[in-house]
């Protein structure tokens, strides 16, 4: 009897949580992450955003090395194609600077570039639970994020929020 009881509640327990809804902001601890720029300056991700204040972001968190951001890459390609108003923000968390500059080049990433120096459990990363990458976002144009997270190029999700 105390097997199902227990089962039960947990059941019931299971059943009734609500998981969180994904931010809309955010966090300041994330906002003050620094990046490192192509050119080597160091800036905060509050200031990527100001730069672009009034238009809509597309945010992909990848790295040089990794196998499924670059079969993701062709989809992405079609994306920039179709939304070209659109601004295309990439954070790397390539292990370094030099690959992370090779695999720009190499895979002809186009948007603006930054190095997550923080890496995968910095505020940045921790802000978004980071655990696989790619990892996209959607960013309108107030600030707002739109869609916190997918993890495939490929996702509908991306192109509703665009």
Sequence with gaps: MKTYTFLLLSLISLLSCKSAPDPT???????????????????????????????????????????DCLKGMPAVKEIQEEYPDVTYVFLSLDRGQDAWK?????????????????????????????DWIPRYLVVDKTGHIKLYNAEKA????????L
């Design 25 to 67: 902001e955010f966090s300041e601890a994330a906002l003050n992450d620094t990046f490192i720029t192509l050119e080597g300056a160091s800036v905060s991700f509050e200031d990527i955003l100001a730069k672009h204040e009034g238009e809509t972001l597309f945010i992909e968190v990848w790295a040089s090395w990794c196998g």
């Design 102 to 130: 090779k695999g720009i080049k190499k895979h002809q990433v186009n948007g603006e570039h930054y190095f997550m120096q923080s890496g995968w459990k910095g505020p940045f990363g921790n802000f978004l639970d980071l």
């Design 154 to 161: 490929t996702d509908e999700r991306i192109k509703q929020n």
